[in-house]
């Protein structure tokens, strides 16, 4: 049963579920170190779904396809289905962000974030389940 609301500040909270059209969902990452990038999720692609972010505070850096763009607070990033992409946090300050997604993307990252085991078999099984995948 979907649940109509509306949502004040979302701070951390999600908007939406595998049972609508589409999903909010407030995120952050604390920042960190300088040095390589510390990837929020590794490089993928989803076959049926589109992905946007929303960035609130802070910078967030996205890779897709061939292209990096970087977004500041207030500007967006569209990634298309069908196109192999990663994100980050490149700064020592904190990044917060709304993700614009799919139910199907909402329920991938549900289930990663209940995987006990990590293993790069294990992730690519469940990609390939949400019809994604993961990239070398």
Do not use: C
Not at 86 to 113: A, C, F, G
């Amino acid at each position: 049963m979907s649940l109509s609301f509306t949502a004040g500040a979302l701070a951390g909270k999600v908007i939406g579920s595998t049972e609508n059209s589409f999903v909010i969902a407030e995120w952050q990452d604390p920042g960190g170190p300088p040095g390589p990038a510390r990837l929020i999720a590794p490089l993928h692609v989803h076959f049926n779904d589109d992905e946007a972010w929303y960035v609130l505070e802070g910078t967030l850096r996205v890779r897709r396809g061939d292209e990096e763009v970087e977004a500041n607070a207030g500007a967006a990033v569209f990634v298309p289905r069908g196109i192999p992409h990663t994100y980050w946090n490149p700064d020592t300050k904190p990044l917060r962000y709304l993700l614009v997604m799919t139910p199907n993307i909402y329920s991938l990252i549900q289930e990663i974030h209940r995987m006990k085991e990590r293993s790069t078999p294990a992730l690519r099984e469940l990609f390939r389940k949400h019809h994604s995948e993961l990239v070398d």
